[in-house]
């Protein structure tokens, strides 16, 4: 029993809210009321209500936010050493572990993902800021082997000003794991989380305030993202952005940056395959294969949204598959059922258009399908668990990201088709592979294309290994040493001496 969580559930159940919730931008240390009157509301997607309202931001929030972190970069946040950087990280992480109750359940309520989920996603953000600290004051450059007259060497700068388009399906994790580098970079940041869930960014900036952080170094400007996000990509104080979320608002952000050549990092969509071989231990690839597809409702850019099983092994593997899958639950969030809902309306119709199309294009659909009800959860936005047997790779179903509940099943013979397979989309964001010969798994893992890939335990690793994709999928990396680099810039020095 969690005393503290226990209070705070009960408090949401009695109330439909929470006292103390943020309603306005943090900028320049502080909560700041917008230039308008102009409010929109939070949903629970687990009960389909409104339960926070929030301000819609514009172009002069961000104007304000962008002019208080480039202040910032001019002040003590510049001139600070990388190790009392790393300090100021480590007590942010401080911060988040003190305060991971509040910070869960906001999350599972604006999200809308179970509350073990939220959870983890907050440990995640305290390891996130302890890697960052310990990185702060280890990225160091080179030395150049020239003529003995000559002394060269690199060194790794702060890019600047880094934006920050925060995405619904993670809101703090992935506010974390691109915040975290970035401030130990020595970057200043300017963040827009999705209008479908801004709060938990609001939070994380109140708190890294409290840990020390100076006012101005991390500004939450909050609003939709035809006003808010769009003044942000496009602003010319702007030095660097990463943007995680679809590809044609990903493209949109391209077209936005180039017109002051502004470095972008992209995390875009996925269909990512999940191989499962004829020599597999077949209980942890089921294990695997549920929990690649269904953790958070499906709404994963790197979910596990292909199965590929070699042909010999379909048959028995998809019948133990429809049995585990026909005794998932569905529920609320903060009843940590085995999945939850899906966080809009808009999205559960997306979702269910996409199953419809395929199924009359007479793709078989194996298990769900449909849109549901709990009795336990009523007017929350849910859809079954759903298996769709794909009857051609070329198909919209293989082909297109569905980012739900929806698993897309294909055959294939052997390894080599199965490698085909995977690479048969326009996406390359990851893979994973369950068999016994790790020679096997080898040759898969260097012939695929993906940022990464994983071997027997699908989402295997951490904030230690670097995440990003290919192709359609984006390019850049996140996570790992790489991730600090994405906001750094190389200057090489040369003197003759």
């Known amino acids: 029993m969690n005393p503290g969580l226990d209070a705070l559930i009960a408090e949401f159940r009695r109330t ?21 009157s102009a409010a929109l509301e939070t949903f629970d997607p687990g009960s389909g209500q409104a339960f926070a309202q929030f301000a819609a931001g514009s172009a002069a929030e961000v ?36 305060h991971a109750d509040r910070l869960a359940l906001v999350e599972s309520l604006d999200s809308g993902k179970r509350l073990c989920e939220a959870q983890a996603d907050v440990r995640g953000v305290v390891r996130a800021f302890e890697y960052y600290a310990g990185a702060a004051d280890k990225m160091q450059g080179d030395s150049f082997p020239l003529d003995k007259a000559y002394v060269g060497f690199s060194i790794e700068e702060p890019v600047g000003v ?14 974390a794991r691109g915040i975290a580098p970035a401030l130990a970079a020595g970057c200043t940041v300017v963040a827009k989380p999705a209008e479908q869930t801004p709060l938990s960014a609001l939070m994380l900036a109140e708190l890294a ?50 017109s002051h050549v502004t470095r972008v990092l992209l995390e875009l969509g996925g269909k990512s395959p999940l191989v499962v071989l004829a020599d597999a231990d077949v209980e942890q690839a089921l294990h695997g294969v549920l929990g690649a597809i269904y953790e958070n409702a ?3 850019c790197s979910a596990g949204s292909r199965l590929i099983v070699e042909r010999s092994l379909h048959g028995q593997f998809i019948e133990r598959l429809l049995d585990r899958v026909g005794q998932l639950g569905l529920g609320h969030g903060l009843t940590n059922p085995d ?55 070329q198909d919209a179903v293989v082909q297109q990201e569905i980012f739900g509940p929806v698993l897309v099943v294909q055959q294939a013979d052997d390894l080599e088709q199965a490698i085909a397979l995977a690479n048969g989309t326009d996406y390359a964001l990851a893979a994973g592979i369950y068999t016994r010969d790790i020679g096997r798994a080898y040759r898969f893992a260097r012939q695929v294309d993906a940022g990464q890939v994983y071997i027997n335990e699908y989402f295997a690793g951490g904030i230690e290994v670097p995440f990003g994709g290919n192709r359609r999928s984006g ?19 040369v003197a003759r001496v």
């Open 162 to 175: 880094a934006a920050q388009i925060i995405p619904w399906n993670y809101p703090l994790g992935t506010a």
């Open 475 to 493: 390019f850049g990396r996140e996570k790992g040493l790489e991730g600090i680099r994405s906001y750094c810039k190389l200057k090489s020095i």
């Open 339 to 393: 999945v939850g809902p899906v966080n809009s309306l808009a999205h559960l119709n997306r979702i269910h258009a996409h199953v419809a199309s395929a199924a009359a294009r007479g793709n078989p659909v194996l298990a769900g399908g449909s849109v549901a009800h709990p009795a336990c959860a009523p007017g929350g936005w849910f859809y079954r668990p759903t298996v769709i047997e794909a009857s051609c790779a």
């Open 298 to 300: 499906g709404q994963i």
């Open 209 to 258: 305030s409290a840990a020390g952080l100076p006012d101005g170094v991390l500004n939450v400007v909050t609003g939709e993202g035809a006003a808010a996000g769009a003044a942000l990509v496009s602003h010319p104080g702007i030095q660097h952005i990463t943007f995680t979320g679809s590809v044609a608002t990903g493209q949109q952000v391209m077209r936005a940056a180039a």
């Open 63 to 98: 104007d304000q936010a962008v002019d208080a972190a480039r202040r910032a970069l001019r002040g003590a946040w510049g001139d600070a050493a990388p190790a009392e950087r790393g300090r100021t990280l480590a007590a942010i992480a401080q911060q988040v572990r003190e």
């Open 16 to 36: 439909g809210t929470l006292s103390g919730l943020p309603r306005e931008h943090f900028i320049h240390g502080a909560y700041q009321p917008g230039s308008g």
